[in-house]
């Protein structure tokens, strides 16, 4: 399977507690993007990687969550001190940046779920 | 700030029929246009896309059709089987030294009745 692949699939916690989720995106892929979604809702953006670089980050993401892309590979997003808010979706996707155009097709992962008791 | 809005939240169509969705945006820095197919439990699926300077594009059963005046796209499934029953998201991205992150939709919940 070479699509991108997201650890683990389902992650429950108690609130306060720090979790961190894993992205391996498509081996080609440059770029990497991380996207939270609520049941009911569209994905909403998180951050951007092109490579190793985060180049931006949403409002949406508080000082509890960092995330990083030790060179330009993998992915993981980190949530310091759980909220009940933090509860959802979180899904990866990636894409290329052939032919110098940054809004190529980005190909998602089947996500984590996260549920704060 | 909802930049991309997305009709109907539902819809119900028998098999054979033809499904609709539609999408609006504001921002006309937009121009790149996917459609998402997401099953329960999976990660959206990239059904087809579309870029600002066609009015249509058609893959199999599926086509965009795009009004670029009207700030509108639209999403049509010709002869819906009830494996097509999912949530459609339309999304919008910027290109030209943007990032390219998408802007998505509130989703449509297609049911296909056999």
């Known amino acids: 399977d070479t699509g991108v692949s997201q650890n683990p699939r389902h992650k429950i916690t108690k609130r306060g507690q720090n979790v961190t989720f894993r992205c391996d995106p498509i081996?080609?892929?440059?770029?990497l993007y991380w996207y939270r979604q609520t049941l009911g809702q569209g994905p909403e953006f998180l951050t951007y990687f092109q490579n190793e670089a985060q180049l931006e980050k949403s409002r949406l993401l508080s000082d509890r969550f960092s995330a990083e892309r030790p060179k330009g590979s993998f992915s993981t997003l980190e949530i310091q001190r759980t909220e009940q808010g933090d509860s959802a979706m979180y899904l990866c996707?990636?894409?290329?940046?052939?032919?110098?155009?940054?809004?190529?097709?980005?190909?998602f992962g089947d996500g984590t779920r996260l549920s704060i008791l | 700030q909802q930049q991309v809005k997305q009709s109907p939240q539902s819809l119900i169509v028998q098999k054979g029929g033809i499904s609709i969705i539609n999408c609006a945006y504001e921002?006309?820095?937009?121009?790149?246009f996917p459609w998402y197919q997401q099953f329960p439990g999976k990660g959206p699926a990239l059904l087809i896309a579309?870029?600002?300077?066609?009015s249509e594009k058609k893959e199999g059963r599926f086509t965009i059709s795009f009004n670029k005046s009207a700030k509108q796209f639209s999403l049509h499934i010709m002869d819906s089987q009830p494996g097509d029953s999912a949530t459609y998201f339309c999304?919008?991205?910027?290109?030209?030294?943007?990032?390219?992150?998408?802007?998505f939709g509130q989703g449509t919940t297609l049911q296909v009745k056999p």
């Open positions: 081996s080609e892929h440059n770029r």
């Open positions: 999304a919008a991205s910027k290109g030209s030294g943007n990032t390219g992150k998408l802007i």
């Open positions: 921002n006309t820095a937009f121009d790149y």
């Open positions: 996707a990636s894409s290329t940046g052939a032919g110098g155009i940054s809004n190529q097709p980005q190909h």
């Open positions: 579309i870029r600002p300077d066609v």
